[in-house]
């Protein structure tokens, strides 16, 4: 099956700085990647939805200012997490999917603490 | 938000027994997808079932859906401690493939 990569794995970072995480389909081009949160014991929240070339699609009650959101080709998707604060600590996730394809593919998640 | 709801939320069995969890839903879909996360990691598509079809097999698995009650049920027969995970149904309501998910079912499977 279709392969995504998401780096990295875990990060721990100091409240106040930004945090990037990345989003890779390593042998197949994404015409959209999802972005989601997840709390522990929780389902899944979708985030933002992003295409290639344009800005992305945030749901509501998702500040775009503080979650940036790039989709600078078609293979990798980037989410930062501007002036990150603890409450921002969480399970983040992305998937990508090939178009006319409906399953999606899902990286390994990002565990990310803020202290 | 979420659109799909899940039960039961926890369950626990016997390696060899069946594993049974539903997914209710209140808007109409193009498609429901079932999918599993082990603890800490991505999730892995399991079976898709289109908003024509009523069942469908995969290996162990057997899921059903009933578009008049809303409703979807997934079955993991003969379940082995490896099938320990969360199961998550996710539904397709928009053309975009934008998955809504349930709040999860966590099966564990004591040898």
């Known amino acids: 099956g279709a392969v995504v990569s998401q780096h990295p794995s875990r990060v721990i970072c100091k409240s106040g700085t930004s945090v990037k995480i990345e989003c890779r389909s390593l042998?197949?081009?994404?015409?959209?990647m999802f972005w989601y949160r997840q709390f522990p014991k929780q389902s899944l929240m979708l985030m933002a939805t992003?295409?290639?070339?344009?800005?992305?699609?945030?749901e509501q009650g998702v500040e775009k200012d503080k979650f940036l959101i790039n989709h600078a080709s078609l293979t990798l998707s980037t989410l930062t997490v501007t002036s990150a604060h603890p409450e921002d600590s969480s399970f983040y996730i992305c998937?990508?999917?090939?178009?006319?394809?409906?399953?999606?593919?899902f990286g390994q998640g990002t565990r990310l603490t803020v202290v | 938000s979420q659109q799909g709801e899940e039960d039961p939320q926890a369950l626990s069995i016997q390696e060899g027994e069946n594993a049974t969890m539903n997914c209710s839903y209140k808007t109409s879909i193009n498609n429901l997808q079932w999918y599993r996360q082990n603890s800490g990691r991505g999730l892995v598509h399991l079976i898709l079932?289109?908003?024509?079809?009523r069942e469908k097999h995969s290996g162990r698995l057997r899921v059903t859906l009933d578009t008049s009650k809303k409703s979807s049920s997934l079955l993991i027969t003969a379940s082995r401690a490896a099938d320990t995970a969360s199961y998550f149904c996710a539904l397709t309501t928009d053309s975009w493939g934008k998955l809504q998910f349930g709040a999860g079912t966590q099966v564990v499977v004591t040898p």
């Open positions: 042998d197949f081009q994404a015409t959209t």
């Open positions: 998937s990508a999917r090939i178009d006319r394809v409906i399953e999606a593919f």
């Open positions: 079932i289109r908003s024509n079809e």
């Open positions: 992003s295409n290639e070339g344009s800005k992305a699609t945030y």
